[in-house]
Every structure is written in C-alpha cells, then in structure tokens.
C-alpha cells in the first residue's frame, strides 16, 4: 500500500520529513491547501483587471528594473523570461536527494495561498516529486537574497519543458520526457514565475539534509567515543551527573549521561586507574559534544520555522486585499545558521581526531600505531593523518559564509545572506565528519583489543562484534582506504 502524504497547513518536522522521504510518500494536496491556492489566484487575477497600480514582478521588471513597466499582453512572457535568464547556474549537480527535498519544500511554501501560482503548476511539482523526476540543479549561482535564484531556476525550468531532468536513473532533456507523460509545457501566469524562483529551498533543502544526517553523526560521536575511553582506559569520573547539574548545559547533561549508560558495566571502566586525570579529548566529551549538541538544536529550530514558512516576493493576502512586496526571501535566518551548524560539526571532528591521535600514542600500555611488531608494520599510523587533513579543511570550511556580502542588480539587492555557499560548505563538513569519525572507530575497535581478556560494556561489546563482522583486526599492514569506506558503510547501516 502506498503511503500518502497530505500537503497541508499542519507544520512539517525534521521527523517528519525523514519519515516521508524514507518511505518513498507520494503527496497530495489537501482540501484546504487547494482553496487557498485558488483563492488566491483568483484574487491576483480580479486585482490586475481592475487596478492599474504596479507590482513587483507581477506586472513590473525585476530587482533594478523594478520601476518597468509591463504591458498585460507580455505579463506571461515576463515570467517564462524570469525563468530562462536565471537558470545560470554551474558547478557540480546538486545530490538528487537534496533536490527532492527541494521539491517538496517549494510545494510546501506555495500551498499557503500568498504566491499567487496557478493550482495546475503545484499539481506539475507534486507530480515530479511523485514520479521521482528530479530537475538538475546546479550547486552554484545563488548568493542567498532575493532567494535562491539561479537553483530554482534550474527547478522550475522543466515545467516550461527546458533543462533536464533525472527520471529512473538516467538523465533527460524535459522536452523529451514530457510528452512520455502526455504533459504540455506550462504557461506561466502572472507572478508565477517570480513564485517559483524566489523563495529559500535550496538552502533550506541542504539544511534539513544536513540536520537529519548530523542527528546520525551526533549519535555515532557519543557511542564512538564510548569505545574511545575505553580503549585508552580513561576514567568515568568526568561523566558524574553531579558535575553536569552544577553546569546545567542541555547538551552537556545529556553526553554525560548517554556516556555513563553505554558503558555502565564495562570491566575496563572499573579497574583502578593509575592516572589522576585524562586529556581534555576524553574528559571534556560532554561539554565539547554537548555544547555542538546544543547548537544543532537553535539551528533545528531556526530550520523548522523556515520550512513551514510563505518565502517568496511579493506576498498576496487575499482577505486583507494587500500585495506586499518585502523580503521574506532572504536567507539570512538560514545563512547564520549553516555556519553555526558547520562550526558546531567541525567541533565533533576536532574532537575526535584528538582521540584518534591518543590512541594510537603508545600510552597507556597500548603498542604504538595500534600494531605488533611497529617498523616492519605503519599499523594506525596514517589514517590519524587522513583525520587530520579533514579536521584542518574544516576549519578552513567553517570561515562563515554570512559575513559576506556582494552588491548585485545595480545596487537595488545591496546586502545578500551568502547562505547558499554555506549550505555547500556545510555539506563537506558533515562528509568530512563521517569520515573523521569512522577513522576514531577503526582505531578505538583496534585498541580495544589490546585490553582484551577485560571486556567493555554489552553495549560497547555488541557494537565491536557486529564491526568486526565488516572490518576484521589488523594484524599486519593492509590497504586501510578500503577499512574506512567498510567502516562508513557499516555506520550506514548499524542500528544500535
């Protein structure tokens, strides 16, 4: 049975999401969504026939040709205009994933009856989504203001029969799959194609991507480094819920205390240690994955509002018989918040590398580089280098986006978010992570051999028995690439 999805004014969630993505939902569009969307076209349509005034976009040039003047009979020729010369866009294709969300979210933002799109363009989207036809999209062109421009662009370029799509694999010119459908390209009314490209969805698209893989890799940084502390035999004391209180962080409380649990019962963690105090890599786990934790939350909520919201210019309210021009289209809620995300992520992999970097020390009564007979063998030693590259390109990724800021369309956009190029960059940060952190799990599943016949928590136990089902011991010198994308995967696929 094919589960459906109703497009409504019901709030979408990241659970949500995930939920309707992973289950392959087909959407339709509510009752009320569908009065709304008519309701308002049809109040657009009454308000140019009867009133010579000028609007933004819907009978007016854009961005510094604002003050043009457009006749009726080339209204709809603007719009298809509007859509052809912002499809600029260049550099690598946006992941097909990310474009889905896309659609999804663009038919979420019309549905709320201030667009003024005709019903027969939200129906064209749902059906791409449902069909799985995901325009190309190109990762560069937009500076995050006016919205994203030349991305939607992209999108909305195969409802007029342009561009290409991907449909079942492979790639197609729209006008030759369109008719595969018996579908005529649209004609654009007025304010369409405005509604269309203004508007944050590839941003937000990123972002809620983004959010739904940094919830995995969140979890996978605490569990992981449950491996860590034991392998380098590190105390519990750091993770007392008594610290925590006295620092009532929500994040920190909520580390220590996922930390305590995964490893309650572990031989290890209750002999007597000959240490007073661990590096700051291991007894600081709560306050440093906590405080990311904590961010990852402000940016969840910032994103949530964004989804759920009307994000293109100018918005039509029917029932107070107003068009307002404004800027709801610019990015800078989600501009601040990639950054902060990419920063908080970064953190997850500075971290972790650290550990790594521990490990693999010779401390602690563990050989040096994790390997017998050190010399003949490298063992662990070089995918701490590889953990480190990616942390320092972190770094250089984390240089936020949205204090930047070019001038464009002759000074009339003269401050935009930049929050498109922090939605890409943020992008390399979570899959830098990912493999920062499968690195730790290699070494720390490596070192815990070492302290073997004492055995780790059940938790912990369980976890390094399924691994080692994927990634076998390392007893000599072997080609350790195929280890870390073995040990990805088996992050892929791993439930705990």
Known sequence: MVSTHLISSDKLTLEKIQEIISGDYKLQLSDESRDKI????????????????????????????????????????????????????????????????????????????????????????????????????????????????????????????????????????????????????????????????????????????????????????????????????????????????????????????????????????????????????????PQVHGASKDAIAHVESVVTTEINSVTDNPNIFPEEDMILSGGNFHGQPLALSLDFLAIALSEFGSISERRTYQLISGLRNLPAFLVSNPGLNSGMMIPQYTAASLVSQNKQLCTPSSVDSIVSSNGQEDHVSMGANGATKCYRVVNNLENILAIELLNAAQALEFRKPKKSSNKIELLIAEYRKTVSFNTSDRVLHDDIVKTVEFMNLYHD
């Open 38 to 285: 008519i309701a308002c076209r049809n109040y657009l349509d009454n308000k140019l026939k009867s009133n010579d005034e000028l609007f933004y976009g819907i009978n007016t040039g854009f961005g510094s040709l604002c003050n043009v003047k457009i006749s009726a009979d080339q209204i709809e020729l603007l719009q298809e205009n509007l859509v052809k010369s912002h499809a600029c866009g260049v550099g690598a294709e946006v992941p097909q994933e990310i474009v889905k969300l896309m659609l999804l979210l663009k038919i979420q933002s019309l549905s709320y009856g201030n667009s003024g799109v005709d019903l027969t363009t939200v129906w064209r989207l749902i059906d791409f989504f449902n069909l799985g036809i995901y325009p190309v999209v190109y990762e560069q062109g937009s500076l995050g203001a006016s919205g994203d421009l030349a991305p939607l662009a992209h999108l909305s370029l195969p409802l007029l029969g342009l561009g290409e799509v991907y449909y079942e694999g492979k790639k197609f010119s729209s006008s030759e799959l369109l008719p595969h459908f018996k579908w005529q390209p649209l004609k654009l009314k007025s304010k369409e194609g405005l509604a269309l490209l203004n508007g944050t969805q590839f941003m937000s698209a990123y972002a809620v991507h983004l959010l739904l893989q940094t919830k995995r890799l969140s979890h996978w940084a605490d569990l992981i480094s449950c491996v860590s502390i034991d392998a380098f035999d590190s105390k519990l004391e750091p993770f007392n819920s008594l610290l925590h209180i006295a620092r009532p962080h929500n994040g920190q409380i909520q580390t220590a205390k996922n930390i305590l649990s995964w490893l309650s019962g572990s031989e290890i963690a209750s002999q007597k240690k000959e240490q007073v105090q661990d590096p700051y890599s291991f007894r600081c786990i």
